[in-house]
């Protein structure tokens, strides 16, 4: 069974942020831990990692739902701003417009729920994400990838160029490596 024939994928609402808060909260919690410290979680969720309803309001982020149960399986999107990462109250926000001629689109907020992880999902959401960038006019690809997602990136023709430190509210700090793209 392809992940097109599990999932669906819609462009998210506002209706949809408490599920998307849940989903993230689930994904962060289930699918990286074993590359972050509790404490490092903590003091992401929110901020580093969480919903940036920006992403909403400019119909760039997309909602997975799966056919079977009828819930949010994933999410992610794209930006036309310049804010690498991080929800609403996340660091470093940049929120002036993009040049799709010079500027990469920013892949953003990519997360799938740890019951529906290793079926395609993330894969289906990336292209999708990729495929509205380059409708809007973007040739190149970056985001601040989690530790975790490294791997689905680099099979998706992601390379590394940059390791982040990101300061948290908790005094600890959470490592994201920015990744890039050109599109095909």
Request: aromatic letters at 8%.
């Amino acid at each position: 069974m392809t992940p097109e024939s599990k999932f669906t994928l819609r462009l998210a609402t506002e209706g949809d942020i408490p599920n998307l808060h849940a989903l993230i909260e689930a994904s962060v919690r289930g699918l990286q831990a074993n590359d972050y410290t509790p404490a490092q979680i903590e003091g992401a969720l929110g901020t580093v990692l969480g919903v940036d309803t920006q992403l909403i309001t400019d119909r760039t982020y997309f909602v997975a739902e799966s056919f079977d149960r009828m819930c949010l399986a994933g999410c992610g999107g794209w930006s036309k701003r310049k804010t690498l990462f991080g929800a609403d109250h996340g660091p470093g926000r940049e929120p002036e417009l993009l040049n799709p001629a010079t500027d990469a689109a920013k892949v953003r907020a990519i997360f799938v729920h740890p019951e529906f992880a290793r079926q395609g999902l993330g894969s289906l959401i990336l292209a999708t994400v990729e495929n509205a960038a380059s409708a809007a006019g973007f040739h190149r690809f970056e985001m601040g990838s989690t530790l975790a997602g490294i791997p689905l990136y680099r099979q998706n023709g992601y390379i590394e160029v940059e390791s982040i430190a990101v300061p948290l509210w908790n005094g600890e700090m959470l490592p994201v490596v920015k990744m890039v793209k050109s599109a095909e």
